[in-house]
């Protein structure tokens, strides 16, 4: 038995055609197609619909304007909605330098112009010089070999695919033998015993959680096994009585009993950040001359490149992975490999610790995001006219991206509240602008760590914060 109040506005409902009808003799400029403005005006009246039938009582109502003019402006606002991307660009003050669900690596200059450039016609599978057919894979190729002392390389989409292809072509059927201290789960759903399973490959375990010694492996070694795996254990840390085997000897044993040697190395560190206060991390490098088979490595964490999996090693194995059906499903686009030659570039012939975003971010010594600090926090303070508080204080920023769990990095954040918005309100104001600005609640704090704040968008924190 449906109340009479509410049937009455029930009734009140403008019909749709009278919503497009008003629709087009107020925004007369604008040409949207008709099925479109038919189903936005759909839209708002069955909201409209949904809200009579939820109201308590009469007077929740009695504010609504059930006029067919007024669900046009609505219809506007939805299709104003519509035409704003998805996909946004977002002011990161979070102190995470690699922050996954912000997109990883902000990508160098140069970087971005490759995409821009590649975006139209290119050579993707053309060899200019031949004008013949030619393969993704050599643009980044030869800049990996001179890199990483690797003989070959190929690249695919995420390290995740890399692991899942190499795994495929060297071990399907067979047994891949690896340490329990190393069955690590990446997030997002990358576990080895899984990603072992999806390659048709039989994890064999050896060892214990904490310590594998070199003859755990040579025990398990047998007639079915095709490949010894080392993954680098990049979002934890194992400490206390502890031994794992090195690559080098791993690649020892491997070549006595003839069977090659993969190292999924996650992060894929190419210089050394020790002397910047970061952890040792092993170096690409190290791995690919400690002689280790296959190399796998992400394009978008320590490297600071685009989301690319990259598959270095020896000539035979990585010719052979090249091969595999997988790898046409798995294969990178031509924005990703522009991205990422551009990245390497970088390495080879520029300054990666300043042209490389993630590096520069990571080794901006304490005292410089200090000044900065300095200089926003007036800057906020003058702009807000006494509405946003803002000070500086000294904090801890993180390498995320699951790379280097123990490193904490010393900084300076700005910590602002506002005087006339609840935080949790303004936080998410803020989160919803153009550009969106996120950084870390902590009490009733917003904290914005300028490790992660370009120095090029200082000005728009500050207009985020004061309009
Ligand atoms: C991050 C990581 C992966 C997954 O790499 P994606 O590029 O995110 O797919 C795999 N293995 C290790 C050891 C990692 O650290």
Redesign the pocket.
């Known amino acids: 038995m449906v109340e009479n109040w509410r049937n009455d506005y029930l009734r009140a409902l403008p019909a749709v055609d009278a919503v497009v009808a008003a629709f087009q003799s107020a925004y007369s400029a604008y040409d949207y197609a008709h099925t479109l403005l038919v189903q936005v005006a759909q839209e708002v009246v069955a909201q409209l619909r949904r809200q009579i039938l939820a109201a308590a009582g009469a007077e929740q109502l009695a504010d609504l304007d059930f006029s067919a003019a007024a669900a046009a402006v609505a219809v506007k606002a939805r299709l104003t909605l519509l035409q704003q991307p998805s996909l946004r660009r977002v002011i990161n003050a979070t102190g995470t330098v690699l922050h996954?669900n912000l997109g990883?690596a902000p990508l160098a200059a140069a970087a971005r112009a490759a995409v821009a450039e590649a975006a139209s016609y290119c050579n993707l599978e053309v060899d200019l010089a031949t004008g013949k057919r030619g393969s993704r894979h050599a643009h980044v190729e030869a800049l990996l070999q001179r890199l990483t002392g690797a003989e070959a390389a190929c690249v695919v989409?995420?390290?995740?695919?890399?692991?899942l292809v190499a795994l495929n072509t060297l071990a399907a059927g067979k047994e891949v033998i690896v340490s329990r201290g190393e069955l690590?789960e990446?997030?997002?759903s990358?576990r080895?015993p899984e990603?072992m399973a999806a390659g048709g490959a039989r994890l064999v375990e050896v060892g214990t959680t904490n310590k594998t010694h070199l003859r755990d492996y040579q025990r398990a070694i047998g007639e079915e096994t095709a490949l010894l795996l080392k993954?680098?254990?990049?979002?934890y840390q194992v400490v206390g009585f502890t031994a794992t085997v090195e690559t080098a000897a791993l690649v020892k044993l491997a070549r006595e009993t003839g069977l090659p040697v993969m190292e999924?190395?996650?992060?894929g560190l190419l210089l050394d950040l020790s002397p910047y206060g970061l952890a040792r991390e092993p170096l690409v490098t190290d791995c690919v001359a400690a002689g280790a088979d296959v190399v796998?490595?992400?394009?978008?964490?320590l490297l600071g490149g685009p989301?690319?999996?990259i598959i270095l090693g020896k000539r035979q194995y990585v010719e052979r992975i090249k091969q595999n059906q997988l790898l046409r499903a798995l294969r990178p686009d031509k924005l990703t490999l522009a991205a990422l030659e551009a990245t390497l570039q970088i390495y080879l012939t520029g300054s990666p610790l300043k042209e490389i975003p993630v590096l520069a971010k990571l080794t901006t010594p304490a005292a410089v995001l200090q000044q900065r600090a300095d200089r926003l926090a007036a800057a906020i303070n003058k702009g807000a006219d006494g509405l946003v508080m803002a000070e500086v204080r000294e904090d801890v920023s993180y390498v995320g991206?699951?790379?280097m769990p123990t490193t904490y990095l010393p900084t300076c954040v700005v910590a602002v509240r506002s005087r006339e918005i609840p935080l949790h309100r303004w936080v998410e104001q803020l989160r919803l602008g153009t550009p969106a600005l996120v950084g870390r609640v902590q009490d009733d704090w917003l904290l914005l760590d300028l490790r992660t704040i370009a120095e090029s968008e200082e000005e728009e924190v500050v207009r985020c914060l004061t309009s």
Do not use: C, E
Request: no cysteine.
């Open positions: 996954t990883r989409n995420n390290n995740a695919a890399a692991v690590v990446i997030g997002g990358f080895i990603v993954v680098h254990t990049s979002n999924d190395l996650g992060s796998t490595l992400s394009g978008d964490k989301q690319a999996g991206g699951g790379a």
